[in-house]
């Protein structure tokens, strides 16, 4: 399933259904290291039918690393 992926600094994020992105580029939050101000949020659509649907999802996504 297609997705996007959606840079947020808060859980206000969703507006009406639509989702508020931040412009990293204009952000006076921390954008780099091992700690940012902004969170990732993953979405799609999915159309559900009327009853019960289950959703069951996995994430795959490069992570760097370091020596702990």
């Known amino acids: 399933m297609k ?3 959606a840079y ?3 859980s206000l994020y969703n507006q009406n259904g ?3 992105n931040i412009d990293l580029d204009n952000f006076d939050g ?3 290291g091992n700690y940012v101000d902004f969170f ?3 979405h799609f659509k999915a159309k559900f039918k009327k009853g019960k649907n289950i959703v069951k999802h996995t994430y795959t ?3 760097s690393g370091g020596i702990d």
């Open 3 to 5: 997705y996007q992926v």
């Open 8 to 10: 947020v600094a808060d």
């Open 18 to 20: 639509k989702i508020m």
């Open 30 to 32: 921390s954008t780099s």
């Open 40 to 42: 990732y949020v993953y």
């Open 61 to 63: 996504f490069d992570v």
